[in-house]
């Protein structure tokens, strides 16, 4: 599926599996090489109802907002947008670049206490990074009842790592060959693992890179439409209104060019989330 000039592969939601906790949303892109041209370049759009977490393997990505924000996300460091009940953003490929993009793009639902709060914007530079034997582990989201990491298995080792038994755990390949339980994880795939294991550990022959997202299993029913993340159609229906006619969301005045339509609200049964 294209996304301006870049390939991105969705693992959340699919078929037969919509949540990981909380986590809602899951789209690798690349990795690519790039010279002239810009591979990110998603322009002006909404979110509510979800924090966005933007975690790089490779390259760059520049966040503008509705509130002003302007940060690089790099490797080792994460931007965290908390939409509440309404922002809008852009990502694109900065100027200055490495000429290489390798990321992925996550959404965790706010439960229904804190959604409607107003929104907000994160940039760390530098997440908390653990060196163990086997190899290395980031730590992009930690929060009562989740988290995501980033686990970087050495050629050659096995890495042991602890799990809260109280998370289902989704695992997905960012890179290189890996094996959990003697199976051969294939890349572009989803892997599930149920609540009640406290240990996972980690083979890889030449070196791997494996997303691992936890969370508690919620139990909120949640509506995803577009970019939004509701309750009901109706919350869905406003926030698309709001969009359309320039309520609610606010200009993302730092991007060059026009701002991403809603698709017609005929669709509301497809889930059909942009970035
Ligand atoms: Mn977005």
Redesign the pocket.
Known sequence: MPLGNLTIRRALPVRGRRLIGRWCFLDRYGPVSFTDEKPMD?AP?P?IGIQ?VTWLVEGEVVHHDSLGYEAVARPGGVNL?TSGSGIA?A?ETPPRNVGRLSGV?L?VALPDARRNLAPSFEHIPEVPRLETRGGIVHTFASEADLAGRDVAVHRGEILHIGIDSAHEHGLFILGGDVELDGERLEPDALYYVEPGRSELAFRSAGGARVLLLGGVPFTEPILMWW?FVARTPEEIAAARADWEDGRRFGPVNAYQGPRIPAPPLSRIVQAN???
């Open positions: 998603v759009h979110h966005t947008m953003h990502e793009q959404w970019n989330p942009a970035s």
